[in-house]
């Protein structure tokens, strides 16, 4: 596709229940990573696959997140037992590792509200 | 640790005003150096980016340069208009030897309002 689409836009949970959030990257694109941006947090790297190798899950705040990348390519960001402190907007962005200092392309987000 | 200190908001100008955001890193290594842009109801988009010491990054009539010495990367415009209201995020990402840490360190980021 044309950019990084992620899904769904907006997600209402329940807290306690599991939830899943989608990330297509851009075709190519061998880096993809996982923001999440809250009003207290700001801005935070959550994790970064790059490849075929090890993730870097350094910036998952606590064992209820989780990722993976099929493929290569389309990834899912799972959080269970969702806490309302979880509420945020999760952004995925993808980059041609290929060049250093590379750019990354952020998608629209998924908005999460837990009650 | 590494961090981005970025000036707070929100910053209120009147359009033709001159513009300036404060950001300054703290990192070990030799970092890139980015401003991102999120227009309302629009995704994070890159604004511009320096990847050495002394290097400007420039677009739309923003630049901002990447000063070793004092750590720092202050994003200005000469004349701003109602379409640059938005909030502006500085970021690092870290380098050693060419290879990329991946990650970006956002600032907090700051809302400018523009108003006609």
């Known amino acids: 596709g044309a950019g990084v689409s992620q899904s769904p836009s907006n997600k209402v949970t329940e807290k306690g229940k599991d939830v899943e959030l989608r990330c297509d990257p851009i075709?190519?694109?061998?880096?993809l990573y996982w923001y999440r941006q809250s009003l207290g947090q700001g801005l935070e790297f959550l994790i970064y696959?790059?490849?075929?190798?090890?993730?870097?899950k350094s910036g998952l705040p606590s064992d209820r997140f989780s990722a993976e990348r099929t493929g290569g390519s389309v990834s899912t960001l799972t959080i269970q037992r969702t806490q309302q402190e979880d509420s945020a907007v999760y952004l995925c962005?993808?980059?041609?590792?290929?060049?250093?200092?590379?750019?990354?392309?952020f998608g629209p987000g998924t908005r999460l509200t837990v009650l | 640790g590494n961090s981005v200190t970025q000036m707070e908001g929100p910053v209120t100008l009147s359009e033709e005003a001159f513009l300036t955001i404060n950001c300054t890193y703290t990192?070990?290594?030799?970092?890139?150096l980015f401003w991102y842009v999120q227009y309302p109801g629009e995704g994070l988009q890159l604004l511009l980016k320096?990847?050495?010491?002394?290097d400007k990054g420039s677009n739309k009539g923003f630049e901002a340069t990447y000063r070793k010495e004092t750590t720092s990367f202050h994003l200005e415009k000469g004349s701003v208009q109602v379409s640059d209201s938005a909030v502006y995020f500085c970021?690092?990402?870290?380098?050693?030897?060419?290879?990329?840490?991946?990650?970006?360190?956002f600032g907090q980021g700051t809302i400018l309002t523009v108003h006609p």
């Open positions: 962005a993808s980059s041609d590792s290929g060049r250093a200092f590379n750019e990354q392309f």
């Open positions: 075709s190519g694109h061998t880096a």
């Open positions: 320096a990847t050495k010491a002394d």
């Open positions: 696959f790059q490849g075929n190798s090890a993730p870097d």
């Open positions: 990192a070990t290594g030799y970092p890139s």
């Open positions: 970021a690092f990402e870290g380098s050693a030897g060419g290879t990329s840490y991946g990650k970006l360190t």
